[in-house]
């Protein structure tokens, strides 16, 4: 069964520490991960693609990992800021004809002073 | 103005009565999904299309209905509103097969309260 698990449920960090999201996976074939980016009461936004051959991506200070191996991703946030408290979903593609798109719960990151 | 746009952001409405939310997209992609959000559950999707004369059902298509009107439009429709569809709905956009990318374009959500 394609599943996308993400832990943890929820995050509170101080501002200006690192935080870790992660994301497991099975779904298969596999075709990319994305990481997205959803502020309180707006649309999800993507943060950065992951494909099978690429192992790390940044986005300023975003930095995603892949290991297709063991299907799991990390999205690293450097430097936080009150700005990066949102939920962040770990959605990944799969290479068939008929949806393609499954869906983390989701971290839900807060950013305190 | 935004890419992808849904009306009405935020709809109350009683047991029973019909509701349409409306889709319209510029950035001419094929693809059309619907999507609800609730608290620990993630998204869910509802009704995707690929192209205007395709519909197909998603995992949670009971008590919603579709149209896609135009390859801009795509509307979801709740034929007679209970309290459990209070949620919050997405339409998304992407890519046909020739240029997938993966990348989902949202919309910024119609919130819908079934009293």
């Known amino acids: 069964k394609n599943q996308v698990e993400q832990s943890p449920q929820s995050l509170i960090i101080l501002e200006g520490k690192n935080c870790t999201l992660q994301c497991n996976y099975t779904v298969s074939p596999f075709s990319n991960l994305r990481w997205y980016k959803q502020d309180t009461g707006r649309g999800p936004v993507s943060l950065t693609i992951m494909t099978f051959s690429e192992n790390t991506k940044s986005n300023g200070r975003y930095t995603a990992t892949l290991d297709a191996d063991t299907k799991q991703s990390s999205l690293h946030i450097t430097a936080s800021q009150l700005s990066d408290s949102a939920s962040y979903i770990c959605?990944?593609?799969?290479?068939?004809?008929?949806?393609?798109?499954?869906f983390g719960t989701g971290t839900s990151l807060t950013v305190i002073p | 103005d935004a890419d992808v746009t849904q009306t009405p952001r935020n709809r109350i409405t009683k047991t029973g009565k019909r509701i349409m939310l409306e889709c319209s997209q510029t950035k001419g992609h094929d693809r059309m999904y619907w999507y609800r959000q609730d608290p620990g559950l993630g998204l869910r999707l509802i009704y995707y299309s690929f192209d205007v004369k395709d519909i197909n059902k998603g995992e949670i298509s009971d008590g919603y209905s579709v149209s896609r009107q135009a390859q801009a439009k795509f509307s979801l429709s709740l034929e007679s509103a209970i309290p459990n569809q209070t949620a919050l709905y997405f339409c998304?956009?992407?890519?046909?097969?020739?240029?997938?990318?993966?990348?989902?374009?949202f919309g910024e959500g119609s919130r819908l309260t079934v009293l």
């Open positions: 998304a956009t992407s890519e046909g097969s020739r240029g997938h990318t993966g990348e989902l374009f």
């Open positions: 959605v990944v593609s799969a290479r068939n004809t008929g949806n393609q798109f499954y």
